[in-house]
């Protein structure tokens, strides 16, 4: 069985970090994508980075880039997302998700089948 458990939200001010991390079971991790998404109430989820376990590519959306950064470390089956310079316009529930898919870093939530639960993060002015 696919699971995806995320962690590390939480509160924080503006211009403060935090660290998410997916972890993955049930299936071969390196054959996945990973990625994370994210909504904000009354908007449409939307992607924010993905990354590819087997060739390590990586795509942010343009109102991250520079901020936030994704990393996987297949050892532990788990994906990060380090988010620096936190603005209000961040809070949002963020999802992992996976698609089994060897390459590319597309970021596209429908392209996506397992989903974890969210977790929330907020950022206060």
């Known amino acids: 069985e696919v699971q995806l458990v995320e962690s590390g939200g939480g509160l924080v001010q503006a211009g403060g970090s935090l660290r998410l991390s997916c972890a993955a079971s049930?299936?071969?991790?390196?054959?996945?994508?990973i990625g994370w998404f994210r909504q904000a109430p009354g908007k449409e989820r939307e992607g924010v980075s993905c990354i590819s376990s087997s060739d390590g590519s990586t795509y942010y959306a343009d109102s991250v880039k520079g901020r936030f950064t994704i990393s996987s470390d297949n050892a532990k089956n788990t994906v990060y997302l380090q988010m620096n310079s936190l603005k209000p316009e961040d809070t949002a529930v963020y999802y992992c998700?996976?698609?089994?898919?060897?390459?590319?870093?597309?970021?596209?939530?429908?392209?996506?089948?397992?989903w974890g639960q969210g977790t929330q993060v907020t950022v206060s002015s």
């Open positions: 049930g299936f071969t991790f390196d054959d996945y994508a």
């Open positions: 998700a996976a698609v089994q898919r060897t390459y590319g870093s597309s970021c596209h939530a429908y392209e996506y089948d397992y």
